[in-house]
């Protein structure tokens, strides 16, 4: 049972472009949102994160935006870059006493093009 | 700095054999993560760990089995490697009590059974 849904699965941008990827939750509990970035041969790592009492967070050209009627969140890279090519993850959770687990999109590679 | 490693980056295994899997934080963090990621599928977490000996079942724990004797090892077992389990593993570890969900994330394991 997935239930955070991601899309689109590749995305191609060119240089300078915005890249927006999507995601959609069923579970209301879910309490924290967020996004992991991982580049070939490593592990992912947290990109940013937002929390539903919030409908927007930025950092840099990286922007959640958050819409809790509609349970769903998206990533926005402004100003795409090269070096932002990599694999993106959605994920959720919900707070547990310390014993949060998170549940992971499928991924969308995202592929800046010059 | 925050250290997740893994003890290899890839194995190559014969099916039935059994097949151990380590992961070690130095971040004195309590709760350590085992996720197997697959194309199309993400990452999909097999076992959890928020204490010393202590381990919960994640979304897919069947054919694994995990242990942890000290806080910062955590190991992943596959008692009978079958080639279904040939997939790149992920360990990651968190620290709930610091006030961060952050999972920080290894490099991972590629492992292929024959």
């Known amino acids: 049972q997935q239930q955070v849904k991601q899309s689109p699965q590749s995305l191609i941008v060119q240089k300078g472009g915005i890249s927006i990827i999507n995601c959609a939750y069923e579970?209301?509990?879910?309490?924290?949102f967020p996004w992991y970035q991982q580049f070939p041969g490593k592990g992912p790592a947290l990109l940013i994160a937002?929390?539903?009492?919030?409908s927007e967070k930025k950092e840099g050209r990286f922007t959640i935006s958050f819409n809790k009627s509609a349970k769903q969140f998206s990533l926005h890279i402004m100003d795409s870059q090269p070096g932002d090519s990599a694999t993106y993850f959605c994920?959720?959770?919900?707070?547990?006493?310390?014993?949060?687990?998170?549940?992971f999109g499928t991924g969308t590679r995202l592929t800046i093009i010059p | 700095d925050v250290k997740v490693t893994q003890s290899s980056r890839y194995l190559v295994k014969r099916t039935g054999e059994k097949v151990f899997l380590e992961c070690v934080q130095d971040?004195?963090?309590?709760?350590m993560f085992w996720y197997r990621q697959d194309p199309g599928l993400g990452l999909r977490l097999i076992y959890f760990?928020?204490?010393?000996?202590?381990?919960e079942k994640g979304d897919i724990p069947e054919g694994y089995s995990v242990s942890r004797e000290k806080k910062e090892r955590f190991s992943l077992i596959l008692e009978s490697a079958s080639t279904n389990q040939t997939s790149m593993y992920l360990c990651?570890?968190?620290?709930?009590?610091?006030?961060?969900?952050?999972?920080?994330f290894g490099p991972g394991t590629r492992l292929l059974v024959l």
């Open positions: 990651a570890s968190s620290s709930p009590s610091s006030g961060q969900e952050t999972q920080y």
């Open positions: 579970n209301t509990a879910f309490d924290y």
């Open positions: 937002i929390r539903p009492d919030v």
């Open positions: 994920a959720a959770s919900i707070a547990n006493f310390g014993n949060e687990k998170l549940t």
């Open positions: 971040m004195d963090h309590e709760n």
């Open positions: 760990s928020y204490d010393v000996k202590m381990k």
